[in-house]
């Protein structure tokens, strides 16, 4: 099956089993190529004309796409994407909110020190002793169940796991209560109050009540395979091949705070994008015809994906719809919107102390879905796909180019293509 746009005279293809990736800088080989725009109009309006547009994509327009406001997680010192980000801004006329993403490479409340007392509260998270554990003569703190039989890298059952409270008494009616603070949100509320020359008791005396081995603050024993932390599946089986890393937990520690932004203004919903992205010109469009099949109780919807069980042929959510599918299995988080009432729930259970930063973070989001904890629903075609051009921040060193044309991940109509063509034209 192919899907097609046309580039004037010139067609592309993308082809779902055989991904066409679009090397942008080909739009200014050929200027024969393209028509010519008005060089009066708008940056936005100059995008919109380059290539046939529906009548309707300009209909009622939001700067928001019809929510509460738009969030792009970005990496102060990764300035280029900070510019292509802004040119999209500009290219559909929104308005982004740039969110300044955790950074290990940092110092100060969200960088380096804040990731390693995350990562040492993770390592104690799984070697506590649980309350109801202490009276039980045969559980001892650090003794693990030995490996599976069937899977010698992979431990099944770990270490004790239970939902925090507050996720599971508030999951009926998300909105009832305010969300407080409550489980790992006290890894780093010392820090928090810090910097904001807020008062430390609360946070002294948690951290007392809570104390880590001293020999963890070794810089030899830190770099061994003995601190490792391994992530964990499902609840609690841990690969033991694998261990956290420091991008990891910021990238996952980026959205959790994003989402609580969300929460914080009291906003109905909202998008979270990074910033390593590219979006189908007519989104504000398709939103706005797909917005009204969405129900109440929905929670997050996946604007963008990767490694998607959510098929074309799966059902719409209505028959009038012609993008919405119920969400199956879905990671990469590089666009999704998320509900008011989301927002408190995936923070309740985000920040679980058992299951907070346990996993990269859209593993933790699938698998929240998958245990039926969260409503989600998934655009098919994607409207959000990642551009894989840059060195990952996840995984240094890393290129994203090398598992790109196995995603399946492909625009209708790329805004990025269509601002390469007006720069073209405009020699701007």
């Known amino acids: 099956m192919y899907y097609t746009y046309v580039a004037f005279n010139r ?64 990496l102060k ?32 409340v969200y960088g ?53 409270k507050d996720a599971l008494a508030n999951l009926a009616d998300p909105l009832a209560n305010e969300l407080g603070i409550s489980g790992a949100d006290y890894w780093t509320l010392e820090m928090e109050r810090l910097y904001a020359g807020e008062d430390l008791d609360e946070a002294k005396v948690w951290e007392e ?6 020999f963890w603050q070794d810089e030899t024993w830190r770099k061994s395979r003995e601190a490792w932390v391994n992530p964990s599946f499902v ?19 980026s959205h959790m705070r994003a989402i609580r932004e969300i929460v914080r203004r009291k906003l109905g919903s909202a998008i979270i994008f990074e910033d390593d992205i590219d979006i189908e010109f007519s989104i504000e469009r398709i939103l706005r015809h797909e917005w009204s099949f969405l129900p109440s109780t929905w929670d997050i919807l996946y604007l963008g994906h990767c490694w998607s069980g959510t098929e074309p042929d799966q059902p719409l959510i209505d028959p009038k719809a012609t993008y919405l599918r119920k969400t199956r299995h879905t990671l990469c988080n590089h666009g999704y919107a998320v509900s008011l009432r989301g927002a408190h729930k995936l923070t309740r259970f985000l920040r679980s102390p058992d299951f907070a930063y346990s996993r990269p973070v859209d593993h933790l989001i699938k698998d929240l879905i998958q245990m039926h904890y969260l409503e989600s629903y998934t655009f098919v075609p994607a409207l959000v796909v990642q551009t894989k051009e840059d060195e990952s921040q996840i995984r240094m060193g890393q290129t994203n180019s090398a598992w790109k044309d196995m995603s399946g991940e492909w625009l209708l109509d790329s805004t990025r293509e269509r601002i390469a063509m007006v720069r073209n034209l405009t020699g701007g």
């Open 11 to 74: 067609p592309i293809q993308f082809a779902n089993s055989q991904s066409k990736w679009t090397d942008y800088s080909e739009f200014s080989k050929s200027p024969s190529h393209f028509s010519q725009v008005p060089n009066n109009l708008s940056f936005s309006a100059q995008v919109g004309t380059v290539r046939e547009t529906s009548p309707s994509a300009r209909k009622e327009h939001s700067r928001t796409l019809g929510t509460g406001g738009l969030f792009v997680i970005s």
């Open 77 to 108: 010192r990764v300035e280029n994407r900070h510019k292509q980000m802004e040119s999209l801004a500009r290219a559909l006329d929104v308005d982004f909110s740039f969110f300044d993403a955790t950074d290990y490479k940092s110092s100060g």
């Open 112 to 164: 380096l020190e804040r990731l390693e007392r995350i990562l040492d509260r993770i390592r104690w998270q799984r070697d506590r002793l649980d309350e109801e554990d202490v009276n039980d003569d045969t559980v001892v703190a650090g003794n693990h169940p030995k490996p599976s039989d069937t899977n010698p890298n992979m431990i099944l059952d770990a270490f004790p796991f239970q939902w925090s």
């Open 209 to 214: 009540q809570h104390p880590m081995p001293s």
């Open 235 to 253: 609840r609690n089986s841990l690969e033991t091949t694998q261990h956290l890393t420091l991008a990891e937990i910021a990238c996952t520690d």
